[in-house]
């Protein structure tokens, strides 16, 4: 059964430093791996996906996620954070069926102190 | 397109009271989800539709809970009776069928807030 761990439940940053959100994840098979964000009284909002076409992987807002299979994890990332990057982020795998079905973490919420 | 449409945003109800969410999906999908978010338990899929034919509902927490989705572009979810526990965040999603299932992205609702009192 595929399931994410994310490390921390709380992350806080200054802005304009580097953002870590941390995620492992447990598949028996390559997985696909999500991160979505959740902004205060918002819907999810998907950042990026990896589905193995390459390792690191490119989303909006300046966030990017590598994909290593050797340490099972696919944390996130953003060189600099920005006041607006504080929210909720979920780390998810699809399940390996074909249901569509999502599995989430617990989620990290990202504090940016100004 | 204006995205996945849910309503009310808001609903704050009594014990014992019948509730019923509503969700539009995002015109083309094929695919619509509720999911349920509490502090406790995180989110969790309650539900999904596959051409407006319920395809796994094990997640629906006990009978109370019903889901419908009578044509493509409009599903509800009921409560009846409801209680306190249920008090959550309920989200809807969609997404349609490009690529393997696995890829597929979907586009969550701004969700409704319920508070059973």
């Known amino acids: 059964a595929q399931s994410v761990t994310q490390l921390d439940s709380h992350v806080s940053v200054s802005e304009g430093t580097p953002v870590l959100l941390r995620c492992n994840y447990s598949?028996?098979?390559?997985?696909?791996l999500f991160w979505y964000v959740q902004h205060p009284n918002k819907g999810l909002q998907l950042l990026l996906k990896?589905?193995?076409?390459?390792?690191l992987v490119k989303g909006i807002n300046g966030f990017e996620a590598e994909f290593k299979k050797s340490e099972t994890s696919f944390h996130l990332t953003k060189p600099s954070a920005h006041m607006s990057d504080a929210a909720e982020y979920f780390c998810?795998?699809?399940?390996?069926?074909?249901?569509?079905?999502?599995?989430f973490g617990s989620g990290t919420r990202l504090l940016v102190r100004p | 397109d204006a995205g996945v449409i849910q309503s009310p945003r808001h609903e704050v109800t009594e014990m014992g009271q019948e509730v019923t969410l509503r969700c539009k999906p995002i015109?083309?999908?094929?695919?619509l989800f509720w999911y349920r978010q509490t502090m406790m338990r995180g989110l969790e899929l309650l539900i999904y539709f596959n051409n407006n034919v319920p395809i796994d509902d094990s997640g629906m927490p006990e009978d109370r809970f019903s889901a419908k989705m009578p044509n493509a572009s409009f599903s509800t979810l009921k409560i009846q009776p409801s209680e306190p526990r249920d008090s959550a965040v309920y989200f809807c999603a969609s997404t349609d069928r490009t690529g393997p299932s696995r890829w597929s992205t979907q586009y969550f609702g701004p969700g409704t807030r319920l508070t059973v009192l």
């Open positions: 598949s028996s098979y390559s997985p696909s």
């Open positions: 015109s083309g999908h094929d695919y």
């Open positions: 990896y589905t193995s076409a390459a390792t």
């Open positions: 998810v795998v699809s399940v390996l069926d074909s249901s569509y079905k999502l599995i």
